[in-house]
């Protein structure tokens, strides 16, 4: 029981917080959610039936699942959450581009 | 069970309301059945009912996770209406809305429609244009639509902000013969009249595997027990992607999101109409129920998830809204406030159509407007299972649109499943 109460506290009285590498631990009002950040999307002479999969079809994963954020109203960078979409739990958090956490890397 | 008329109220009177029977049987499962349908919600009891009824398919059972209201059939606002404008999709809701019209009857179940009309607001002369096309193109389809001018919009809505919103109202769109139902009523109404034709309604049952044999399905684990079926309806909004995946058949063109609804404490008779104001990155959408309650809600949470639990922003989003159009509401407190879990397709419409396997049909992709669809829903969705072949109002409401490139997008808002309020 306290397990669910906990939960349930955790999504409503608390907002969901993203930790921005950039900018510190914020409300997720100040991002705006882009979606499924698995999404590979195909080259542009890839047939049709692999741009409708990456356009159209999705995993609708219930549990941890990679996703995009973009501060919006932040520093404007897109981050990769891995959050959970039953209890909105983040696991980490990281800029989406993959030279940007090289880099974020290699600073600490 | 007993009928529901004057002498059964007048008798049960006399003696001390001792002769209603159960509204509904609570069966064992059996071992076998012609037709399992999968959500104990209203598009599956209405999709047993209408095939017990309209196909003569009795063996049917229908699989509730939880119990007969308790998901996003007690979950929503309640708003019943028809104003769609693509092809497939008027007819469709038209349809659903005229059913509505009778389903009392129906039923023998008193689901308290009450066509109050529906008043969509526009703030711009850009909005009466595009309102009047869709309002239009409704009545060249044989739908009721109107609309109204300033001044008779304030005769019949006197207390809306008129006199300093930051964007004036100009007029309203207008559907007199929409309104809303009790939703209740109409998901036990359904449960009811299914059960009374012969349908097993099994609560407490959640699915937990499919176990296919040659493609076809031919077991569903449940938690309570294996039961087989000769055909299998999926009608599990929210969760159909779960289901999809349970059953080996990858991704669908669906993602879950979460739209909460508020309740107020009850007041006198205040709002005689459903009031729906969108302008500005704020949508909100309002009504009175019979107890006195306003009824309302907007948009998404905005990210995808399966809690059935809203997030703060969009509370203040929606009280926002809310006192833009109707300042007086602003001293209620809030009763109740919840949110449900929605099938938002890729392109605002429903999917009701067969799928790779052979004896499975399915039955998604509702976003907000599941509610008012249900009776049609499962009028073409026992058609499809009993026919094997889609009614002409839903052939092109299939999986494969998106790759035929005939999306049936109401809102042009393009492949984003949280767009399409």
Known sequence: MNVVLAQIQSCTVNMIRIKCPYCGERDHSEFAYGGDASIKYPNLDASKEEWTEAIFFRENIRGFQKETWHHLNGCRMWLEVDRSTITHEIKSVKPCHPDLQKIMELKK | ?421
Not at chain 2, 131 to 157: C, F, P, Q, S, V
Not at chain 2, 172 to 188: I, L
Not at chain 2, 345 to 355: A, N, P, R, V
């Open chain 2, 1 to 421: 069970m007993t009928k529901f008329n004057a002498w059964n109220v007048f008798k049960n009177g006399l003696n001390g309301q001792t002769g209603w029977s159960r509204q509904w049987r609570d069966p064992e499962p059996k071992e076998n059945y012609d037709v399992i349908i999968i959500g104990g919600g209203l598009h599956g009891l209405a999709t047993a009912y209408y095939l017990a009824k309209n196909h003569n398919i009795h063996n049917i059972a229908v699989l509730e996770k939880g119990w007969i209201g308790g998901g996003n059939a007690g979950r929503n606002t309640t708003i019943v209406r028809s104003n769609y404008m693509l092809p497939g999709n008027h007819e469709f809701y038209e349809h659903s809305l005229k059913l509505w019209e009778n389903l009392s009857h129906e039923l023998n179940y008193n689901v308290m429609f009450s066509q109050r009309a529906h008043v969509s607001l526009f703030h711009s002369p850009g909005a009466k244009d595009v309102n009047a096309r869709r309002y239009n193109t409704m009545r060249l389809n044989g739908t009721d639509g109107e609309l109204w001018d300033l001044d008779k919009l304030k005769k019949n809505i006197p207390h809306l902000n008129y006199n300093d919103a930051r964007f004036p109202i100009m007029g309203a769109a207008v559907q007199p013969r929409a309104g809303n139902a009790r939703h209740d009523s109409a998901v036990w109404g359904y449960a009811r009249a299914a059960d009374s034709l012969g349908v097993d309604i099994i609560q407490n049952c959640e699915v937990t595997g499919v176990t296919r044999q040659n493609g076809d399905i031919e077991t569903i684990q449940t938690s309570r027990g294996n039961i087989k079926g000769k055909k299998v309806g999926f009608a599990v909004a929210g969760n159909t992607s779960r289901l999809w995946q349970m059953a080996g058949l990858g991704n669908l063109p669906i993602e879950s999101h979460k739209l909460q609804a508020f309740v107020t404490e009850s007041i006198k008779p205040f709002l005689d109409h459903v009031v729906v104001y969108g302008v500005g990155g704020a949508h909100f959408y309002i009504s009175q129920s019979d107890k006195g309650s306003l009824v309302f809600g907007g948009d998404l949470d905005w990210y995808k998830s399966y809690a059935q639990r809203g997030n703060l922003p969009i509370v203040q989003d929606v009280a926002e809204a809310a006192m833009a159009i109707l300042p007086s509401i602003g001293r209620l407190r809030l009763l109740r406030h919840w949110a449900g879990v929605m099938d938002m397709s890729m392109d605002g419409t429903f999917f009701i159509c067969k799928t790779p396997i052979s004896n499975l049909y399915l039955n998604a992709g509702w976003n907000y407007g599941g509610f008012k669809a249900s009776p049609a829903s499962g009028w073409y969705f026992a058609d499809l299972i009993a026919n094997e072949h889609p009614h002409k109002y839903i052939q092109n409401h299939h999986l494969e649109r998106f790759e035929q490139g005939i999306n049936l997008d109401e809102r042009g808002a393009g492949p984003d499943p949280k767009l399409h309020g």
